[in-house]
T-cell receptor, first 117, second 110 residues
């Protein structure tokens, strides 16, 4: 399967614990996104990478959140000292950005469902 | 965060009926995407639109990029039970960030 892959699919954690999620984008895609989706809402932008550079972080991303994309390949999203309000679906997407052309389609992974108890 | 307005919020239709939904924004977008999401899964891309006025089809789905560049429309013809799900529009803000709509929940009665 050559789609976007996320791991784990589900995570239950106790409040105050740290969690880390992984995203493997489509191999030739240079752009990678993290979105968060709560029940009944559309996905909300969290952060964007072009290759290994993190070019934008949403104000939704508090200092407890950190994302990396070493070597411009897979990405990780870490949440420190989790709170109940962090419970959500965390979605990763990737796309191929080409200079001089409008952004192409963004493809999503299946998401990681986080439940903080 | 910013979200686009989708209408209707939800709809029940009979199998075989046609469905129309739309997405509106206060901002101009250069690209519109339409996605379908099943419970517990990630959004799946249905159609991409790149030009104002563009009409694009994918099987029974047809989407249009509004002339004002502030709206987009999705039509599903001859609905079937597997069309059930949540449909999201997404507009490209700037050169890379997609802003999503609030979703239209579709339920098809057999």
């Amino acid at each position: 399967d050559t789609g976007v892959s996320q791991d784990p699919r589900h995570k239950i954690t106790k409040r105050g614990q740290n969690v880390t999620f992984r995203c493997d984008p489509i191999s030739e895609h240079n752009r990678l996104y993290w979105y968060r989706q709560t029940l009944g809402q559309g996905p909300e932008f969290l952060t964007y990478f072009q290759n290994e550079a993190q070019l934008e972080k949403s104000r939704l991303l508090s200092d407890r959140f950190s994302a990396e994309r070493p070597k411009g390949s897979f990405s990780t999203l870490e949440i420190q000292r989790t709170e109940q309000g962090d419970s959500a679906m965390y979605l990763c997407a990737s796309s191929l950005g080409v200079v001089g052309r409008p952004n192409t389609e963004a493809f999503f992974g299946q998401g990681t469902r986080l439940t903080v108890v | 965060g910013q979200q686009l307005n989708q209408s209707p919020q939800s709809m029940f239709i009979q199998e075989g009926e046609d469905v129309s939904m739309n997405c509106t924004s206060s901002s101009i977008f250069n690209t519109w995407l339409w996605y379908k999401q099943d419970p517990g899964e990630g959004p799946v891309l249905l159609i991409a639109l790149y030009k104002a006025g563009e009409l694009t089809s994918n099987g029974r789905l047809t989407a249009q990029f509004g002339i004002t560049r502030k709206d987009s429309f999705l039509n599903i013809s001859a609905s079937i039970p597997s069309d059930v799900g949540i449909y999201f529009c997404a507009g490209l803000s700037g050169t890379y960030k997609y802003i999503f709509g609030t979703g239209t929940r579709l339920k098809v009665l057999a």
